[in-house]
């Protein structure tokens, strides 16, 4: 009783004070981080504007994009690493990230595109983070608020970039990682466990595309120098044991499902391995005509800015150390290309330099103004100093914006997928029993076939695993015979000689509707008939 009158003896309950919108919580830790965030937010947000526009539309899509795509499938809804057999021809954290993004596509995408290119929504937040991170990393390298800002337009805003960052390639998701750890690395703390945190980064890299690797050395150059003296054995014995623990946890899998080493009747990692190494080369980057050489003269012919003008200062920036790591990994990724009795070069293998291309690129325009204003006349001449430096930066500017402009505004405008959207949808519209209906593809359209029902991996089946999978060749009893379509596009016909049934099905079949403007993009719906001789 006595509680009872004590309690109602007091003051009335007021409500409680307003706090502030929960808007102004963000915005308060914004300006905790000084000008830096607001700006780094404005360039990343620049560059998500420019790659997002017409993202579904330039470039085509590719069959790597439909590989990886379909391997994400697999690991959602196959229960496996891939819809065929796993052959390790890469590590697959890089796909397995990209079925964790799936879903980003049916907030925003519309159905008049490929479910490939739809899917490149999912690549914006990689890029935002990469963006970020790149920032970040060129302030910890002591670039100013200026410079570290030029560095992301470069890397996101170049014609190279717009078209290969909005691309499914695993390169993008192994970029991202690779920058986080050499961000970890340069951390200002110098804490041991950042720079465990670096190696775990720099691992994930890797089993998210193998080739990074390349720039390893760069980023214990880069620990090296930021980690403090009297701990510094520490800091690489955990960076270096924490990537071998994340990197072995690939081999570890292959040696638990016995596929390891090779051996009859199944796949293994180190044949995986072999076949990469023995896989013939594209040859001199150097030499006119090669596969290397016109690989070299698509990338410049989208921007010749980035790529000669980051390499043309890697050497001299070497003897920079604040900006020596990123330097030295433009050098390794450059002499992997460059050196004598190179491999197989990719068209994406470019995805990995542009972040450092942009950073050693600002980075020499920092030292640039720096040398500028210092060689001139102090005395009363400060606005003549500033006057030069505003004229070299608008003739450099001058001279990229027209070059970047055509290539941006082809990004942003060409409908590349035309073919594909159409070919698609004739599919849709007039296979009627798509259940039961067999039919060869390139990687880019097999799974909108599988949204459309038509049965994953033997149903809709990937056009080179009709000869080379014997898991898939046992289902087709009667070789080509067995299957009812076959739809013709330019990757298909780029090696049908390496792939005997896939060349007897174009030969015994017929055209129902053809698609593109050109013999280059034209895709053909053709049905296969059975009763033709052999």
Same mark, same amino acid.
């Given at each position: /009783?006595?509680?009872?009158?004590? #309690?109602?003896?007091?003051?009335?309950?007021?409500?409680?004070?307003?706090? +502030?919108?929960?808007?102004?919580?963000?915005?308060?830790?914004?300006?905790?981080?000084?000008?830096?965030?607001?700006?780094?937010?404005?360039?990343? !947000?620049?560059?998500?504007?420019?790659?997002?526009?017409?993202?579904?539309?330039?470039?085509?899509?590719?069959?790597?994009?439909?590989?990886?795509?379909? @391997?994400?499938?697999?690991?959602?809804?196959?229960?496996?690493?891939?819809?065929?057999?796993?052959?390790?021809?890469?590590?697959?954290?890089?796909? /397995?990230?990209?079925?964790?993004?799936?879903?980003?596509?049916?907030?925003?995408?519309?159905?008049?595109? &490929?479910?490939?290119?739809?899917?490149?929504?999912?690549?914006?937040?990689?890029? !935002?983070?990469?963006?970020?991170?790149? *920032?970040?990393? !060129?302030?910890?390298?002591?670039?100013?608020?200026?410079?570290?800002?030029?560095?992301?337009?470069?890397?996101?805003?170049?014609?190279?970039?717009?078209?290969? @960052?909005?691309?499914?390639?695993? %390169?993008?998701?192994?970029?991202?990682? /690779?920058?986080?750890?050499?961000?970890?690395?340069?951390?200002?703390?110098? *804490?041991?466990?950042?720079?465990?945190?670096?190696?775990?980064?720099?691992?994930?890299?890797?089993?998210?595309?193998?080739?990074?690797? &390349?720039?390893?050395?760069?980023?214990?150059?880069?620990?090296? @120098?930021?980690?403090? =003296? #009297?701990?510094?054995?520490?800091?690489?014995?955990?960076?270096?044991?924490?990537?071998?623990?994340?990197?072995?946890?690939? +081999?570890?899998?292959?040696?638990?499902?016995?596929?390891?080493?090779?051996?009859?009747?199944?796949?293994?990692?180190?044949?995986?391995?072999?076949?990469?190494?023995?896989?013939?080369?594209?040859?001199? /980057?150097?030499?006119?005509?090669?596969?290397? *050489?016109?690989?070299?003269?698509?990338?410049?012919?989208?921007?010749?800015?980035?790529?000669?003008?980051?390499?043309?200062?890697?050497?001299?920036?070497?003897?920079?150390?604040?900006?020596?790591?990123?330097?030295?990994?433009?050098?390794?990724?450059?002499?992997?290309?460059?050196?004598?009795?190179?491999?197989?070069?990719?068209?994406?293998?470019?995805?990995?330099?542009?972040?450092?291309?942009?950073?050693?690129?600002?980075?020499?325009? *920092?030292?640039?103004?720096?040398?500028?204003?210092? !060689?001139?006349? =102090?005395?009363?001449?400060?606005?003549?100093?500033?006057?030069?430096?505003?004229?070299?930066?608008?003739?450099?500017?001058?001279?990229?914006?027209?070059?970047?402009?055509?290539?941006?505004?082809?990004?942003?405008?060409?409908?590349?997928?035309?073919?594909?959207?159409?070919?698609?949808?004739?599919?849709?519209?007039?296979?009627?029993?798509?259940?039961?209906? =067999?039919?060869?593809?390139? %990687?880019?359209?097999?799974?909108?076939?599988?949204? %459309?029902?038509?049965?994953?991996?033997?149903?809709?089946?990937?056009?080179?695993?009709?000869?080379?999978?014997?898991?898939?060749?046992?289902?087709?009893? @009667?070789?080509?015979?067995?299957?009812?379509?076959?739809?013709?596009?330019?990757?298909? =016909?780029?090696?049908?000689?390496?792939?005997?049934?896939?060349?007897?099905?174009?030969?015994?079949?017929?055209?129902?509707?053809?698609?593109?403007?050109?013999?280059?993009?034209?895709?053909?719906?053709?049905?296969?008939?059975?009763?033709?001789?052999?």
């Amino acid at each position: /009783m006595t509680a009872l009158v004590g #309690t109602a003896s007091r003051a009335p309950i007021t409500p409680p004070e307003i706090r +502030p919108p929960l808007l102004k919580r963000p915005l308060r830790s914004l300006r905790r981080l000084g000008p830096d965030g607001p700006l780094a937010l404005a360039v990343t !947000a620049a560059v998500l504007a420019v790659q997002a526009c017409n993202i579904a539309g330039f470039p085509a899509v590719s069959d790597d994009e439909g590989t990886y795509l379909a @391997q994400a499938w697999a690991v959602q809804h196959h229960h496996g690493l891939a819809p065929y057999t796993y052959w390790y021809d890469h590590p697959p954290l890089g796909w /397995m990230q990209l079925a964790v993004l799936s879903w980003l596509p049916g907030l925003f995408a519309s159905p008049e595109h &490929v479910f490939t290119a739809e899917l490149r929504i999912a690549m914006l937040p990689v890029t !935002a983070v990469s963006a970020l991170l790149l *920032h970040l990393l !060129a302030r910890r390298l002591g670039l100013p608020r200026w410079s570290a800002a030029l560095a992301v337009l470069l890397f996101g805003l170049s014609p190279l970039a717009v078209g290969l @960052q909005r691309e499914l390639f695993l %390169d993008n998701f192994a970029v991202l990682w /690779m920058l986080a750890a050499f961000v970890l690395a340069a951390s200002p703390r110098k *804490h041991l466990w950042h720079h465990v945190a670096a190696g775990l980064c720099a691992g994930v890299a890797v089993l998210s595309k193998e080739t990074v690797a &390349v720039v390893l050395p760069a980023v214990a150059l880069l620990l090296w @120098q930021h980690c403090d =003296r #009297t701990t510094r054995k520490f800091s690489l014995v955990g960076f270096g044991t924490a990537l071998a623990l994340v990197g072995l946890g690939y +081999p570890l899998y292959a040696l638990l499902k016995g596929e390891l080493i090779p051996g009859p009747g199944h796949v293994s990692l180190l044949g995986g391995l072999l076949f990469q190494l023995q896989r013939a080369g594209s040859g001199s /980057m150097l030499t006119p005509g090669t596969g290397s *050489h016109r690989v070299l003269d698509s990338w410049l012919y989208y921007d010749r800015v980035l790529i000669l003008g980051g390499l043309a200062v890697t050497l001299p920036l070497l003897c920079s150390r604040r900006l020596r790591a990123p330097a030295l990994a433009v050098l390794l990724l450059a002499v992997v290309v460059l050196r004598p009795g190179a491999g197989y070069l990719p068209a994406m293998y470019v995805i990995q330099a542009l972040p450092f291309l942009a950073l050693t690129l600002a980075g020499a325009a *920092h030292l640039g103004v720096r040398l500028a204003l210092h !060689a001139l006349p =102090r005395v009363g001449l400060r606005p003549v100093r500033w006057a030069v430096v505003v004229l070299a930066a608008a003739l450099a500017a001058g001279w990229t914006v027209p070059r970047w402009y055509a290539g941006d505004r082809t990004a942003l405008t060409a409908d590349a997928n035309a073919p594909y959207d159409a070919a698609a949808r004739w599919i849709r519209a007039n296979v009627p029993d798509p259940a039961h209906t =067999r039919i060869t593809v390139d %990687d880019a359209l097999w799974l909108d076939l599988v949204r %459309d029902g038509f049965e994953p991996g033997t149903g809709v089946i990937w056009f080179y695993k009709v000869d080379l999978d014997p898991a898939v060749a046992r289902t087709l009893p @009667q070789g080509w015979r067995s299957l009812d379509y076959i739809v013709s596009t330019p990757t298909l =016909r780029q090696d049908p000689g390496d792939l005997p049934t896939v060349r007897a099905a174009l030969a015994h079949s017929t055209v129902l509707a053809s698609f593109g403007d050109s013999a280059a993009d034209r895709i053909e719906i053709r049905r296969i008939v059975k009763d033709a001789s052999p």
